[in-house]
């Protein structure tokens, strides 16, 4: 059984899937739900709950977990994550993407080689902020939001340890 979190409009879902023969089984927070997946080609498929068809679209930029979810002419953003990288993230004091953020920590000790952003910046979504050297690669810290930056704590040539303060935002 697949087990997710799953986010809209900053709204949680415990969301549990399993296959049964040509239907996939799915607890949406403790609701069980008999679903019937059809593909209609890319990533448009139709959806029949509980006899009630819907077509979908999913779509997604390959960089993060979120998905746009086209239905019924409205889109909707989902953030569908595993569901204990999700509470292990949350016990280890990290935040979603759909979360604001409010600094950004070293996610590995290293060598700050470059900073890309200074105290006042209105950074995007995407938007490197700091190049890390750990273990001979360059990992690229990049911003999860749009955010104003508020501090930056840290300077090319210094060494950093894991979950060494980096960036705080407004």
């Not at 415990?14 to 059809?38: A, C, F, M, P, R």
């Not at 292990?88 to 953020?101: D, E, N």
């Not at 999860?144 to 979950?163: C, F, I, Q, T």
């Amino acid at each position: 059984m697949a087990h997710y979190l799953v986010k809209v409009s900053r709204k949680e879902f415990d969301v549990k899937v399993e296959l049964s023969g040509e239907s996939y089984s799915v607890i949406i927070n403790g609701q069980n739900k008999s679903v019937v997946v059809e593909s209609l080609g890319g990533s448009r498929m139709l959806l029949i709950t509980d006899n009630h068809p819907a077509e979908i679209d999913i779509r997604s930029d390959g960089y993060d977990n979120r998905r746009q979810v086209l239905i019924k002419g409205t889109e909707i953003e989902a953030e569908i994550e595993n569901y204990r990288l999700a509470q292990a993230k949350q016990v280890a004091g990290m935040f979603s993407t759909s979360t604001a953020i409010m600094n950004i920590k070293a996610p590995m000790p290293g060598l700050i080689l470059e900073v890309k952003v200074k105290s006042g910046d209105k950074v995007h979504r995407h938007q490197p902020l700091v190049v890390i050297e750990a273990m001979k690669m360059e990992n690229i810290i990049k911003s999860s939001a749009d955010a104003v930056v508020k501090k930056v704590s840290v300077k090319p040539g210094r060494s950093v340890e894991k979950n060494d303060l980096l960036i705080e935002f407004e």
